[in-house]
């Protein structure tokens, strides 16, 4: 089994909102990674989380904020968002960090109005 | 530095073999792989490369690497109408075991 599953599949948000995604996997991966990806642009990386521990933030604003509750489990925490914050959102996972085979979910579809 | 680079278009017929090329600019990559993304989903991982192997097959997929001109195609045998995608191409360097580099992208149309 190799599914990461995301949820909402779609999401529409105001600029004042709080919502959050979630990702979940069980194949005992110890590493999370969240992406963003705009339209017709290849992913880009946020954050990544090793042992549920936070080892990496590529220098994401601070209105997203990533919380590992257990290995199984990654979410992203949204607020004050901004139009062009609009994307879809990957996560992935891999069995560590120094694991290089990463197996994506199938994203969640964000708009901000 | 690090940098993927990616034709964006390609169109075949179905049944025709497809190639799709990437080149990159970081020698020390470790691993190089080639990811599907159907419209609306997420990446599939199809098939990676070591970076010591000069071909991998895997079924209808060949993977070729010259690391001499840091070059790496896809090659999609009997191209089906289900391979219309974009494809990425990505590199993981030995200094940067979680972070993937992806090229721009490849859109795939495969004719009936």
Redesign the interface.
Known sequence: DTEVTQTPKHLVMGMTNKKSLKCEQHMGHRAMYWYKQKAKKPPELMFVYSYEKLSINESVPSRFSPECPNSSLLNLHLHALQPEDSALYLCASSQATGAHEQYFGPGTRLTVT | GEDVEQSLFLSVREGDSSVINCTYTDSSS??LYW?KQEP??????LT?IFSNMDMKQDQRLTVLLNKKDKHLSLRIADTQTGDSAIY?C?E?GKDS????I????TRLLVRP
């Open positions: 470790t691993y990811y609306g989903a997420g990446l599939q991982l990676y990425f990505a993981i075991s979680y972070k993937l992806f090229g721009s992208g």
